[in-house]
């Protein structure tokens, strides 16, 4: 998957987000403001924002995951990435916002190009992080004008049936899944502040914390992790600030003396506490709220800015979670065997409805009772919605799996023991061979870094062009990552690390999961990604080297529609490749399916001949 989504209901028609927004400006001009900036981001800074964070999309109508908007008194800007291009015109009235490129044509930019001299544009310090505040300020003082910290947000001020914060429950996550104790966490993490001379750490992302205190929980669908905060000590001892009122099962047990719960009112007195003692603490400038790091700073402690550090253990998957893995993406392949073979039938005629099949796969998926929820929004787009990167079928949009066309699904599970992201496009009836040739060459950049060998201390950014050289050759290419981390039943997009044009600095090391998913995608027509998660490993050395090398072991268990191959566009090796991973598809699955069902895996998974 691209990148998650949220559930949103439905959509809000113009003439109310043209009313919203004038309401806005009014509210921002009584506080003595010039403008505001509403991100899409609540506390924690996470892709997943529940209903009552969501400003961006209450106030501009845009649901994607990913965005932001600048309001001044005469105009607007929506910002949206790559994935959202089409998406936006859908739901943003074009006519109170401009669209821009939230990583080409940035923020800053529309802001130093706008605000003009001596006007003041605001921002909600608990929804900003200190980069984003030192990059904004720099933008409004380069136009002449300044940047303010508001202490409440307008947004909320006019927003009159904005929901209730979740109360989801809180469970403790198994150590028997989780491959290693809370306390054991704990004092790693803690070494690394001691190390750094720290005396602590507060943490903001809430995947984070369930991580280091072996905890999930419901808040966000999709996402199996509590909103909360955290400080952790030196000493490894956890300030947890979460909701009292949140249900809790058999906590106490499991998290230890150690782990002090508290009202998230409370957080501010915690951080005037370390100041009081001169503390020097942790925060992550690109993922905690400023407002941390003003209480701290107004406080007397001295702030250490510097990554989250349970991101990278956290990324770097033990052997537990590994077997975990890889058991949940064997289950997840007997559910997305008997929904192909289902499909192949079910769409014969032309009456299948994106709704209809998106609804059958995640029927087939909760025959596992280990089966805890989706990883995210299936995205089933049929046609033209397919070549819409993040599409989300709604009522309206739902259309039929028309003979001669093809269908992007793309899925993923969260069980007990793994989380699992897979994408598929397929045929339906007979395709173009202008669909074949465009679906090879993503078939070959999928392979191409499948079984890419690199040394270590190479970064995914350094292995993107893999996946892209075929396309490319063809003058092809396509405006997302390559591939993003994923969580062990946590969040299905998490870093550091990745496979994208963007540089990233982080390293692929043994442990990692990361999905390999290039596309192509012909606005209007359809779209065609092909995605499997696939786990850093270590690979023998090849010829005289012994220089220590990495590679990628495949974790997704599904076929690949070979209907859409064309073998004359392909190496030898590469199909060799897809013949080898059919068959180990087929030998994991095809003991345990139905009569018919393995007759139809033994035909979509045959051996497909070399040029």
Known sequence: MISPDNDEPGATSFAEIARRLKALRKEIKSRGLDGFIVPRADEHQGEYVPPSADRLSWLTGFTGSAGLAVVLADRAAVFIDGRYTLQVRDEVPENLFSYRHLISEPATDWIRGHLGKGKTIGYDPWLTTPNQVRRYRAAAEQAGGSLASVPSNPVDAIWSDRPDPPQGRIVAHDQQYAGKSSLDKRRDIAKILKDAAQ????????????????????????????????????????????DPEKPVTELAQHLGPDVSRHDPDTLGDILDALGKHKATVRISGDTDPEWIAERLRSAGASIATGQDPCLLPKAIKNDTELKGMRAAHQRDGEALIRFLAWLDQAAVGGNLTEMEAADHLESCRRQSPKLKGLSFTTIAGAGPNGAIVHYRVTPESNRLLEPGSLF?????????????????????????????????RVLRGHIALATARFPVGTTGSQLDPFARRPLWDAGLDYDHGTGHGVGSYLNVHEGPHRISKVANSVALVPGMIVSNEPGYYKAGAYGIRIENLIAVVEAETQGASSNPTLGFETLTQ?????????????????VTWLNGYHAWVRAHHLPGLDSETAAWLKAATSPLPFA
Not at 419 to 429: L, Q
Not at 558 to 574: G, H, K, S, T, Y
């Open 199 to 242: 005396d602590a750490v507060v943490l903001s992302a809430p995947e984070s914390i369930a991580w280091l205190l072996n905890i999930r929980g419901d808040d966000l669908p999709y996402a199996p992790q509590p909103l909360s905060f955290a400080v952790l000590h030196d000493n490894s001892c956890v300030d947890w600030f979460v």
């Open 408 to 440: 992007l699904l793309d899925s993923g599970g969260q069980y007990l023991d793994g989380t699992t992201d897979v994408t598929r496009t397929i045929a339906i009836g007979e395709p173009s061979d202008e669909m074949c040739e465009n679906f090879t």
């Open 558 to 574: 599904a076929p690949i529609d070979r209907r859409l191959v064309v073998p004359e566009l392909m190496e030898r090796q590469e």
